[in-house]
């Protein structure tokens, strides 16, 4: 979310760096509630899987209804606050809890869809932080987000499609309708559409324009050894159940990305400095 105000060039600015941030506690609050619904729904398969029945939903340490009292009463208070930041971020954050409510009740069994919905809620995340400080956010960054939000789950998809083998569909049932080579396939297309779609963004003449600097590109180098650095823990060492995990426990993911947000920041911001 606070990719709005790096690309949008407000970064320097504290009051929409603070208002970027209170953006993202409402998202968190909501993301949070959302969570809490998916729990409750899937509270029974939980139960049956050795991983998850030690959640406090699917172990009895918290009630359905307390739970689902605390969804809503965290949906109405992020609702309410986003009310009073700006009418349309009110209307992106609304937007991001019926599509990922229809998605814990429907939408996460439907084939494909399932992965394009969950992009599509990273997408509305970009919005918002775009929206709520009143920047324009560039349709390749958009596109940028959507693809590495499917590269992200489809990788999700396949570890849990592997790891767990015939239990697969027992723990999420729609894995019954995918299969290891048609995930490679995915996979494959979205990981050079992500590539490709960043290298444009980076060169753009918009961008060039926007932010007076030719040298976007050369942050290239990092988002490509990222995602390769991904697939070979995806592939090799069978990692991948949790992409923010493995961002924070690999550490030559994690030194790679800082590396890539110091290079954008430096390239963008550091001839404001000056």
Request: net charge positive; charged share 15%; aromatic share 10%.
């Amino acid at each position: 979310m606070l990719a709005g105000v790096v690309f949008g060039g407000r970064l320097l600015e504290p009051s929409a760096v603070a208002i970027a941030v209170a953006a993202f506690a409402i998202f968190c609050a909501l993301s949070g509630a959302i969570y809490l619904i998916n729990d409750v729904a899937d509270r029974e398969r939980d139960r049956l899987d050795p991983r998850k029945r030690a959640r406090p939903i699917a172990g009895g340490r918290l009630s359905v209804g307390v739970a689902v009292a605390a969804a809503a009463a965290l949906v109405g208070a992020g609702l309410g606050l986003s009310a009073l930041l700006s009418r349309p971020f009110l209307v992106t954050a609304l937007a991001y809890v019926v599509l990922l409510v229809a998605y814990s009740a429907w939408l996460k069994h439907v084939v494909i869809v399932d992965v394009i919905v969950v992009a599509c809620g990273f997408v509305l995340r970009a919005v918002a932080g775009a929206v709520v400080i009143d920047v324009e956010m560039s349709g390749w960054l958009l596109i940028c987000t959507i693809l590495l939000a499917l590269f992200l789950a489809l990788g999700k998809r396949r570890y849990e499609y592997v790891a767990l083998e015939q239990d697969a569909a027992r723990h999420r049932p729609i894995l019954a309708e995918y299969s290891p080579a048609l995930l490679d396939q995915m996979i494959a297309v979205v990981t050079a559409s992500t590539v490709t779609a960043y290298a444009l963004y980076t060169m753009s003449p918009e961008t060039v324009a926007k932010f007076h600097t030719h040298l976007l590109p050369a942050t290239l180098p990092f988002v490509l050894y990222g995602i390769f650095r991904y697939l070979y823990l995806l592939y090799q060492r069978r990692l991948g159940g949790n992409p923010s995990e493995l961002l924070l426990g690999d550490r030559a993911l994690l030194i790679n990305t800082v590396c890539w947000i110091c290079a954008v920041l430096l390239i963008i911001y550091g001839m404001r400095l000056e």
